[in-house]
T-cell receptor, first 113, second 113 residues
Framework: GDSVTQMEGPVTLSEEAFLTINCTYT??????LFWYVQYPGEGLQLLLK?????DKGSNKGFEATYRKETTSFHLEKGSVQVSDSAVYFC????????????FGRGTSLIVHP | ETGVTQSPTHLIKTRGQQVTLRCSSQ?????VSWYQQALGQGPQFIFQ???????GRGNFPPRFSGLQFPNYSSELNVNALELDDSALYLC????????????FGQGTRLTVV
């Protein structure tokens, strides 16, 4: 079945450091790929998405490029802030009568001042 | 435009009891999905409702059931609660089953003792 694998956390960084969170996927078709963010005590918020190979999703300084050849969708940010501390979830969706996301286990990011 | 709201925010139940969780979808959204998020895990899809009909179900037993009402709000019912049902239950709404952008509520934290 379809699955998403994320790097294990927590990822601990100092403010203004470069961030990469790895995400790879396995899918039988051509998925759309997503990153969601979950702040403490809150639900998930869509951060960015990409719907086809080589698309780049971006939002709030975060970027991820849909790499079909490596089945990856790594999340990057050039300079993290303390306010970016949260759990980040990679997800895929494939049409099967509806769009139901398959989530990774999440990667916790802790940014220190 | 109002967002997705869930109630209650926290709940403690005893093993064997039944529980009902509620979700009000975002204005104009006719599709509601429910997820179970165990501690340290990604959300797991329970089921989806579209225009009051179940439109897909994940790998959850029949004691997990749901309803969607004419105003597109929804309920998740869990019978014969087990300790492993302790989790954050998330509701997400979207404008249609063909829309990949889902908006999540803040979740209901269920603890079974």
């Amino acid at each position: 079945g379809d699955s998403v694998t994320q790097m294990e956390g927590p990822v601990t960084l100092s403010e203004e450091a470069f961030l990469t969170i790895n995400c790879t996927y396995t899918a039988t078709g051509y998925p759309s790929l997503f990153w969601y963010v979950q702040y403490p005590g809150e639900g998930l918020q869509l951060l960015l998405k990409a719907t086809k190979a080589d698309d780049k999703g971006s939002n709030k300084g975060f970027e991820a490029t849909y790499r079909k050849e490596t089945t990856s969708f790594h999340l990057e940010k050039g300079s993290v802030q303390v306010s970016d501390s949260a759990v980040y979830f990679c997800a895929l969706m494939i049409w099967g009568g509806s769009y139901i996301p398959t989530f990774g286990r999440g990667t916790s990011l802790i940014v220190h001042p | 435009e109002t967002g997705v709201t869930q109630s209650p925010t926290h709940l403690i139940k005893t093993r064997g009891q039944q529980v009902t969780l509620r979700c009000s979808s975002q204005s104009g959204h006719n599709t509601v999905s429910w997820y179970q998020q165990a501690l340290g895990q990604g959300p797991q899809f329970i089921f989806q409702y579209y225009r009051e009909e179940e439109n897909g179900r994940g790998n959850f037993p029949p004691r997990f059931s749901g309803l969607q009402f004419p105003n597109y709000s929804s309920e998740l019912n869990v019978n014969a609660l087990e300790l492993d049902d302790s989790a954050l239950y998330l509701c997400a709404s979207s404008a249609s089953t063909a829309n990949t952008e889902a908006f999540f509520g803040q979740g209901t934290r269920l603890t079974v003792v």
